[in-house]
C-alpha cells in the first residue's frame, strides 16, 4: 500500500508539480490539472497512453474529456492523500502532452 506524503519530500514535488501547472486541493489533498490538446484524437491519444501507464502502475486517475480538453484529479484513496504513485504519475502525464499526447 502506498503512504501519504510528508514532509520535505511532499513539500519538493508539490513545488515542483504545482510550477508545473498541476493546482493542490487541500480539502481532498489530491492534484489537479487541466490539459488541452488540438483536436479529440489528440486528447484520446493521450489518455489511451496514460490509460496504459497507469495500469502498469495500479494507480489510476479520475478523469474527464470533452473533445480536446482532459481534466485530471490525482489522489491515492488508500493513503488519505497524495502519495509518491500520484507524483509519479502526474510526471508522465507532463511528459506525455508534451509530446503532444502520443
Known sequence: MAEKLQGKVRDEALQALL???WAHDPERDA???EFRFGN?????GFMSQAALRAEKMNHHPEWFNVYNRV???LTTHD???LSEL?????QIMDKLADQGGA
Do not use: H, P, Y
Request: glycine share 18%; net charge neutral; no cysteine.
Open 86 to 90: 500520484d507524483v509519479k504519475l502526474a
Open 31 to 33: 492534484l489537479f490539472k
Open 79 to 81: 493513503a488519505g492523500g
Open 19 to 21: 510550477a508545473g501547472g
Open 71 to 73: 481534466e485530471v484529479t
Open 40 to 44: 479529440f484524437v489528440a486528447a484520446w
